[in-house]
């Protein structure tokens, strides 16, 4: 049920994604980044995998977005690749499904400063549904942003959290739900809803008059 919001590395750039990425980072281009994990380098800790690598082998982090979609969203989540010290632009971070390669969008503007950078979600398609989703990651990502890396939240920031990723999870099922009914499909099945409310209206009326 949830795989509208299932990401995927794209297969190649499309004007869709090429539009989102200006969003992102103006006058920057999307490439394709091989992965190559290193050493004792962590899923999801990309940033500190980089500065660890650094420190041994020399080179440079490259700060940007890595570029995933679903059938429901773009989404540029915050990322370090390790420039080698003879040009080489490599992913050394491990990914969860084994990925090969990322599509990598540069960003000089933006640098890790220790703390999480929040995300650039885009919907696909016109759906108050996802935008409202869209919605609750932002405001999840508020709350993570305000904390050092493994440093537990308040309380309240934790019920936030917790009602949020509820309210989000809720809204997946939704959509995920009536996501293959097009606009066609939508009208009439209103339709068919108000004349089948219609028929049941007269045949009560019906019922009434005979009983009369």
């Known amino acids: 049920m949830l795989s509208v919001f299932t990401e995927t590395m794209p297969t190649h750039v499309t004007e869709e994604i090429e539009k989102f990425c200006e969003e992102v980072a103006p006058g920057q281009m999307p490439v394709y980044v091989p992965v190559a994990p290193e050493g004792e380098a962590e899923i999801d800790k ?4 980089v500065d660890e690598h650094v420190k041994s082998h020399g080179g440079t982090p490259i700060y940007g977005w890595i570029i995933w979609q679903s059938p429901a969203l773009l989404h540029a989540l ?15 971070t491990p990914k969860v499904d084994g990925e090969t390669k990322i599509l990598f969008l540069p960003d000089p503007a933006n ?16 759906d108050p549904v996802i ?3 869209v919605s609750l990651n932002d405001q999840m990502d ?14 309240s920031d934790a019920r936030s ?22 606009p066609g499909d939508r009208s009439r099945t209103v339709a068919d809803r108000r004349a089948r409310r219609k028929a049941e209206r007269n045949r009560r009326k019906q019922q009434r008059r005979r009983g009369a």
């Open 131 to 133: 935008a409202r989703f």
């Open 46 to 49: 990309c940033h500190v995998n």
């Open 142 to 155: 508020k709350i993570r942003v305000k904390y050092l890396p493994g440093q537990p939240f308040s309380s």
């Open 161 to 182: 959290s917790m009602a949020l990723m509820f309210e989000s999870a809720s809204l997946a099922l939704a959509v995920s739900g009536s996501w293959n009914s097009t």
């Open 111 to 126: 640098q890790w400063k220790g703390r999480y950078v929040p995300s650039r979600r885009k919907a696909r398609r016109t």
């Open 78 to 92: 915050f990322h370090c690749n390790w420039l080698s010290p003879s040009g080489e632009l490599i992913d050394i």
